[in-house]
Every structure is written in structure tokens, then in C-alpha cells.
């Protein structure tokens, strides 16, 4: 079982920054391939961005170059850098795991329990 807590969601402004983490914890977390999804009011859920066990990067085309995922295992925390954010960007993001590698299409294993990003044009 993996357990996972996300943090530093907000309101911010059309252009601001703001780092999500999300903590992991149980046996092997490093092990597993990590992401983040998306959910905005009245849409389904959207993949953002993946990373995987040996720290190579995925991110889906309306964050690319705005986005950049990352984690440091020795602190089992997953990290997403939000830059140039947008009001579409506004949405519930979740941290996701997996032993299998992060998709858009499948859903993964374990899930947070989702942060808020809110941002006014």
C-alpha cells in the first residue's frame, strides 16, 4: 500500500507560480512511477504529468514548457512546478503511483486526496 498527501494548492493570479508536493509513504515508494492529474469543475479527470522510477518525465501538451515534475526519493516527496499559470489551469490536482508506468488513458493504483489551484485571470 502506498499513501499519499498533497500540498501547496491555492489562489494565485493568471501568470503567478506555485509548487505542489505531494508526500509518499509506505514500503518501496521509490520504486514507483508517479504523477499528477487534474480535475476541473464539470470535466473529467486529465492526466498533467508523469514521472517514473528512474526520473524520466511525461507531461501532457497544454503543460508542457509551463510544468516540470519532479521528486526526491531520499525525502519520498513528488514535486510539480507550476509556472505561467493560467485560469484553465484552475482545477482539484491529484498525486497518483503505480508499479506500472503512469498513463493518460489507465487509471493509476493509489491516489491522494486532491489540492486546490485556483487562478483569477
Known amino acids: 500500500q502506498v499513501q499519499l498527501v498533497e500540498s501547496g494548492g491555492g489562489l494565485v493570479q493568471a501568470g503567478d507560480s506555485l509548487r505542489l508536493s505531494c508526500a509518499a509513504s509506505?514500503?518501496?515508494?521509490?520504486?514507483?512511477?508517479m504523477g499528477w492529474f487534474r480535475q476541473a469543475p464539470g470535466k473529467e479527470r486529465e492526466f498533467v504529468a508523469a514521472?517514473?522510477?528512474?526520473?524520466?518525465?511525461y507531461y501532457a501538451d497544454s503543460v508542457k514548457d509551463r510544468f516540470t515534475i519532479s521528486r526526491d526519493n531520499s525525502q519520498s516527496t513528488m514535486y510539480l512546478q507550476m509556472n505561467s499559470l493560467k485560469p484553465e489551469d484552475t482545477a482539484v490536482y491529484y498525486c497518483?503511483?503505480?508499479?506500472?508506468?503512469?498513463?493518460?488513458?489507465?487509471?493509476?493504483?493509489?491516489w491522494g486526496q486532491g489540492t486546490q489551484v485556483t487562478v483569477s485571470s
Open positions: 509506505g514500503r518501496s515508494v521509490g520504486t514507483y512511477n
Open positions: 497518483a503511483a503505480d508499479r506500472q508506468g503512469i498513463t493518460a488513458t489507465i487509471p493509476p493504483t493509489f
Open positions: 514521472i517514473n522510477w528512474i526520473a524520466s518525465t
